[in-house]
C-alpha cells in the first residue's frame, strides 16, 4: 500500500501567518492527492482535489502543489475558523490511504 | 442540499455483526460511487470500502477484506455496511461518502455523513 507521511503532526500558528503542511508519498502518485480539513472529529471536509485544485466555496487562502511523491498545502493568512485537523489523502493506487494528519492551533 | 445520514452503530461484543446504513438525499444517488471511511476514537482517518454507482465493482481495505460487505440500493437511496467478526480493532466512528463523480474507481470524498459510532467491547 501507499503511505503518506504526513508533517508536521501538529502546529501552533498567531492569526495571519503563512502555515504550509506537507505530505510525501512512498512512490510516485503523479497529482493524485486530496487535502481535507476536520473540525472536532465531525464530517471532513474536501478542500484541495487533484493536488491543487480549489474545491467550490473554499475560501482561497488555501491552496495545494505538487506532484510525483512531494505534496504542500498551505493556508496565506491563518484565521481562527481554520482551527481545524488536515490530512492529505491518495487515490493512485487502491486502497487509498490518508496521511496522519495535522492539528492546526492558534497561538 | 446533499445529505448523508448513517444509522445503525452501537455497542456489539467481539465477533458478533452489525450492519450500518447510510441514507441519502439532495443528490442523484444511482450517479456516484459511494465510501465508507472510520476514525478510531483519537485516531486519523482510514478509508474502509467504496463502491461504484451501480453495485457492481467493490474494493476494501485489506483489515476488513472478507469481514465487511459494501452494498447500495438505489431504489432506496441507501448504502450499507455489514459488518461481521467484528473485533476491538473495528471500533470507530464510520463516516460514508459521496464520490464527486462516477467514474471507477471513485477516487474522491466531495460529502460526507457526520457518523455512526462502532463500539466492540465485551
Known amino acids: 500500500d501507499i503511505q503518506m507521511t504526513q508533517s508536521p503532526s501538529s502546529l501552533s500558528a498567531s492569526v495571519g501567518d503563512r502555515v504550509t503542511i506537507t505530505c510525501q508519498a512512498t512512490?510516485?502518485?503523479?497529482?493524485?492527492v486530496n487535502w481535507y480539513q476536520q473540525k472536532s472529529e465531525r464530517a471532513p471536509k474536501l478542500l484541495i482535489y487533484d493536488a491543487s485544485n480549489l474545491e467550490t466555496g473554499v475560501p482561497s487562502r488555501f491552496s495545494g502543489s505538487g506532484s510525483g511523491t512531494d505534496f504542500t498545502f498551505t493556508i496565506s493568512s491563518l484565521q481562527p475558523e481554520d482551527i481545524a485537523t488536515y490530512y492529505c489523502q491518495q487515490y493512485d493506487t487502491l486502497p487509498w490511504t490518508f496521511g496522519q494528519g495535522t492539528k492546526v492551533e492558534i497561538k | 442540499q446533499v445529505q448523508l445520514v448513517e444509522s445503525g452503530g452501537g455497542v456489539v461484543q467481539p465477533g458478533r455483526s452489525l450492519r450500518l446504513s447510510c441514507a441519502a438525499s439532495?443528490?442523484?444517488?444511482?450517479?456516484?460511487?459511494m465510501h465508507w471511511v472510520r476514525q478510531a476514537p483519537g485516531k486519523g482517518l482510514e478509508w474502509v470500502a467504496v463502491?461504484?454507482?451501480?453495485?457492481?465493482?467493490?474494493y476494501y481495505v485489506h483489515s476488513v477484506n472478507g469481514r465487511f460487505t459494501i452494498s447500495r440500493d438505489n431504489s432506496k437511496s441507501t448504502l450499507y455496511l455489514q459488518m461481521n467478526s467484528l473485533t476491538t480493532e473495528d471500533t470507530a466512528v464510520y463516516f460514508c461518502?459521496?464520490?464527486?463523480?462516477?467514474?471507477?474507481?471513485?477516487?474522491?470524498?466531495?460529502?460526507w455523513g457526520q457518523g455512526t459510532l462502532v463500539t466492540v467491547s465485551s
Open positions: 439532495g443528490f442523484t444517488f444511482s450517479s456516484h460511487g
Open positions: 463502491i461504484s454507482y451501480d453495485g457492481t465493482t467493490k
Open positions: 512512490q510516485d502518485i503523479s497529482y493524485y
Open positions: 461518502a459521496k464520490d464527486i463523480g462516477s467514474g471507477w474507481p471513485p477516487t474522491t470524498f466531495g460529502h
